[in-house]
């Protein structure tokens, strides 16, 4: 399976493409970013220099993945979403010497119009819901919603809401997939079927 890299879309000299990756329409990959395989950017996706996106990614329309951002291997970043990478931004201020790392773990799912304030790491298989504002570490698993983002709940790596309470002690079974979540205080666990 070959790169597919379409007419419109600009990829500057240096930046690296893994096999099987999609590049939409109007989009601009800069030289210095580095894309996993089998990717797909959506029309009008931005990737800058200081960027690494992992295999199997989804970067929907219109989402700009900017210097110091992260995504691992299966990360969705949903339609029009925001990152960010500067605290206080200013025109006239030049503040490249303080981009704040932004690190998205396996399997997150970012929502439509969600913003994501730089500096955060995101855990492993959350869910950001559509419209939500992130800014503070999410942890694994986690169901984070509104304007700043609360935590509502669990998701399973399926995608589907685990009935748990948000702290305490609790065990389920993905239906779907078998796999096990164990909670323990406030952080969840799980063991693959």
């Known amino acids: 399976m070959s790169t597919c890299i379409h007419p419109s879309a600009i ?12 590049v939409w329409h109007f989009v601009h990959v800069c030289g210095g970013a580095r894309i996993g395989r089998q990717v797909s950017l959506g029309q009008n996706v931005f990737v800058g220099n200081r960027t690494v996106i992992g295999d ?9 993945v900017y210097d ?13 979403m925001v990152f960010t990478n500067v605290m206080n931004p200013r025109a006239r201020v030049e503040r490249k010497d303080e981009f704040r790392d932004t690190r998205v773990r396996e399997g997150a799912t970012l929502g439509a119009n969600c913003t994501v304030v730089c500096g955060v790491t ?4 959350a869910f950001v819901g559509a419209g939500a504002v992130i800014n503070r570490d999410v942890p694994d698993f986690a169901l984070m919603v509104g ?30 997939t078998g796999d096990r979540y164990r909670l323990q205080g406030n952080t969840l666990a799980c063991d693959p079927a």
């Open 56 to 64: 199997h990614c989804k970067v929907q329309n219109n989402v700009s």
């Open 122 to 125: 995101i855990g492993r298989y």
């Open 11 to 22: 990829v500057d000299e240096g930046a690296v493409l893994g096999e099987g990756t999609k």
């Open 147 to 176: 304007v700043p983002a609360r935590q509502l709940g669990w998701m399973s790596r399926h995608g589907e809401r685990l009935d748990l309470p948000l702290t305490g002690e609790g065990e389920v079974r993905c239906p779907h």
């Open 68 to 80: 110091n951002v992260t995504l691992e291997t299966g990360v969705f970043c949903g339609p029009s």
